[in-house]
């Protein structure tokens, strides 16, 4: 899956940069709790993003009914975009889930105490067949930390997610085709990564500077 042609406005530009490095993160399955955290990062940079594109375009909705002769922006591509790449979020948390549950103790946890990342998409068309294992794994895991009691340390909960590992009935995943990542070089791939490249030397830097005000060839953050 290719989305290089169609992440070219700025706001996509430093989530292309993300979803790489998200890529190579793939081989060890999020086993690593920097990795788990940087997904869980990004799923909710997205989610955020996905929502403020939706308000925007139902605002510009309402706004066109009162006056016809404004043109109202392409939201819909947008939108298309930023749900293909949560699709795809939820996909790799889900071949985790259902190919190495065993190994992500850490991966079931954040899931657990980021759980409300997930709601907005429990009943949205587009996710709700992918998000079958999640909520199943989040109800299991939840669960069994209820009847532990309610002061429990990280450890602990550490500790039952493993027993609960054990617990789980495999069949009761579902199973998806096996991902797979094409990498597609772009026409112009400079474009992207010298802007890029040059960002992340302005931003870590130390007792380097350059004036905000002068800087054209990366946009600026605006947070």
Same mark, same amino acid.
């Given at each position: 899956?290719?989305?290089? @042609?169609? /992440? ?6 430093? *989530?292309?940069?993300?979803?790489? %490095? ?17 997904? /869980?990062? *990004?799923?909710?940079? /997205?989610?955020?993003?996905h ?26 591509q947008? *939108? ?17 889930l ?13 899931? $657990? ?6 709601? !907005?998409?429990?009943?949205?068309? %587009?996710?709700?067949?992918?998000m ?6 989040i109800s299991?895991?939840? %669960?069994?930390? $209820? !009847? ?30 096996e991902?797979?990542f ?6 112009? @791939?400079?474009?992207?990564f ?30």
């Amino acid at each position: 899956m290719d989305l290089s @042609p169609r /992440l070219e406005h700025r706001g996509t530009r430093r *989530l292309k940069a993300k979803f790489a %490095s998200l890529n190579r993160q793939l081989s060890s399955c999020l086993q690593h709790k920097l990795s788990f955290e940087f997904v /869980l990062s *990004l799923f909710s940079l /997205l989610s955020k993003k996905h929502n403020k594109v939706l308000e925007q375009a139902t605002q510009s909705l309402r706004g066109s009914l009162s006056s016809s002769d404004v043109p109202l922006p392409d939201y819909a591509q947008d *939108l298309s975009v930023i749900e293909e790449v949560i699709r795809m979020m939820l996909e790799i948390i889900n071949s985790c889930l259902t190919n190495s549950l065993h190994h992500n103790p850490n991966l079931v946890y954040a899931l $657990l105490y980021k759980r409300d990342l997930f709601e !907005q998409f429990r009943t949205h068309p %587009s996710f709700q067949d992918i998000m079958q294992n999640i909520d199943l794994v989040i109800s299991f895991f939840s %669960s069994r930390l $209820l !009847q532990s009691g309610a002061e429990l340390s990280v450890e602990r909960v550490l500790e039952i997610i493993k027993q609960g590992v054990v617990a789980l009935p495999k069949d009761r995943l579902k199973k998806f085709p096996e991902l797979k990542f094409k990498y597609v070089e772009e026409e112009q @791939p400079e474009e992207f990564f010298i802007p890029y490249v040059w960002s992340l030397v302005y931003n870590s830097a130390v007792g380097l500077y350059w004036n905000p005000q002068d800087i054209q060839l990366f946009a600026m953050d605006s947070d």
